[in-house]
């Protein structure tokens, strides 16, 4: 099997996932699907000589997004039998020109011819840079960024799941 | 750009467009909390991904790791916060559906 039809085979799934996530009718089918579409764009990323990145997706968006969001649908309420019956129709009807849109757009940039000899914004380097190199010499403030956000979404978790006294 | 790496650029702009398209159509269309977290998750994947495949396209491997690792962190505070946003609106209103949203009050 040729490399082409490898990416083209990964790109294919990554897009079935995708809409299977978004149609299921069952939120927790949902979670498994998206972890299954971080796990498509982990390989493609592998593919695209991104490894360190890779890794990072495949552990943060396939492993600790659903756990979390199946933490989440755990504490909310189930549907019934006939509630679950009347949102599987109610998907159909919503989605079905989702399938028709992506398969019309899939078509349509199949056939576009994009230019891609364009010049970059910024020049590549003369050699290679390794991504903690990039991280550490080129993009310390974004490190510094990340933990002000991290914080600041830990104190707003803190502040939002606290019981309020008098409460049970 | 030499054939190989073309393509394989070609086939992942593919997979973005396509993959905005999905979560796009999913975020307007859904009415469901947790669902909108999904959709903003599948918009976050094909904008790392945009941004992956810009780096291999322009030779700047490295750049691009670290911005993408940089957005991957910022996304799992977003949906944290979001998660809890959504307990503490299931909380009061019993209910996932943003229809049921209508006072500020809480």
Same mark, same amino acid.
């Given at each position: 099997?040729?490399?082409?039809?490898? /990416?083209?085979?990964?790109?294919?799934?990554?897009?079935?996932?995708?809409?299977?996530?978004?149609?299921?009718?069952?939120?927790?089918?949902?979670?498994?699907?998206?972890?299954?579409?971080?796990?498509?764009?982990?390989?493609?990323?592998?593919?695209?000589?991104?490894?360190?990145?890779?890794?990072?997706?495949?552990?943060?968006?396939?492993?600790?997004?659903?756990?979390?969001?199946?933490?989440?649908?755990?504490?909310?309420?189930?549907?019934?039998?006939?509630?679950?019956?009347?949102?599987?129709?109610?998907?159909?009807?919503?989605?079905?020109?989702?399938?028709?849109?992506?398969?019309?757009?899939?078509?349509?940039?199949?056939?576009? /011819?994009?230019?891609?000899?364009?010049?970059?914004?910024?020049?590549?380097?003369?050699?290679?840079?390794?991504?903690?190199?990039?991280?550490?010499?080129?993009?310390?403030?974004?490190?510094?960024?990340?933990?002000?956000?991290?914080?600041?979404?830990?104190?707003?978790?803190?502040?939002?799941?606290?019981?309020?006294?008098?409460?049970? | 750009?030499?054939?190989?790496?073309?393509?394989?650029?070609?086939?992942?702009?593919?997979?973005?467009?396509?993959?905005?398209?999905?979560?796009?159509?999913?975020?307007?269309?859904?009415?469901?909390?947790?669902?909108?977290?999904?959709?903003?998750?599948?918009?976050?994947?094909?904008?790392?991904?945009?941004?992956?495949?810009?780096?291999?396209?322009?030779?700047?491997?490295?750049?691009?790791?670290?911005?993408?690792?940089?957005?991957?962190?910022?996304?799992?505070?977003?949906?944290?916060?979001?998660?809890?946003?959504?307990?503490?609106?299931?909380?009061?209103?019993?209910?996932?559906?943003?229809?049921?949203?209508?006072?500020?009050?809480?």
């Amino acid at each position: 099997m040729r490399m082409y039809d490898v /990416n083209l085979l990964l790109i294919a799934g990554l897009v079935a996932a995708a809409f299977w996530t978004v149609m299921t009718a069952r939120l927790l089918r949902a979670v498994v699907g998206l972890a299954v579409t971080s796990v498509l764009v982990t390989a493609l990323m592998f593919q695209l000589r991104s490894p360190i990145a890779g890794v990072f997706e495949l552990s943060v968006c396939a492993g600790l997004i659903p756990a979390i969001l199946i933490t989440t649908i755990s504490l909310t309420q189930r549907l019934d039998a006939e509630q679950l019956i009347a949102r599987k129709k109610q998907k159909l009807k919503q989605y079905w020109p989702l399938l028709i849109l992506v398969i019309a757009a899939a078509i349509l940039l199949s056939r576009v /011819n994009v230019p891609l000899e364009f010049p970059a914004i910024l020049p590549p380097p003369a050699k290679e840079e390794d991504v903690r190199t990039s991280l550490w010499a080129l993009r310390h403030m974004d490190l510094l960024g990340q933990i002000v956000i991290l914080l600041a979404g830990a104190f707003a978790v803190v502040v939002l799941v606290r019981e309020k006294p008098g409460e049970k | 750009m030499s054939e190989p790496v073309a393509h394989l650029v070609l086939l992942c702009g593919m997979g973005v467009v396509l993959l905005l398209i999905v979560g796009f159509y999913s975020l307007l269309m859904t009415r469901n909390l947790v669902r909108m977290v999904i959709a903003l998750e599948i918009l976050s994947k094909a904008t790392t991904l945009a941004l992956v495949a810009s780096g291999y396209a322009t030779g700047q491997i490295g750049l691009a790791q670290a911005l993408a690792i940089t957005l991957i962190v910022i996304e799992v505070a977003v949906v944290v916060v979001a998660v809890a946003v959504i307990l503490c609106v299931y909380r009061h209103t019993e209910s996932l559906d943003v229809a049921k949203l209508r006072e500020l009050k809480g």
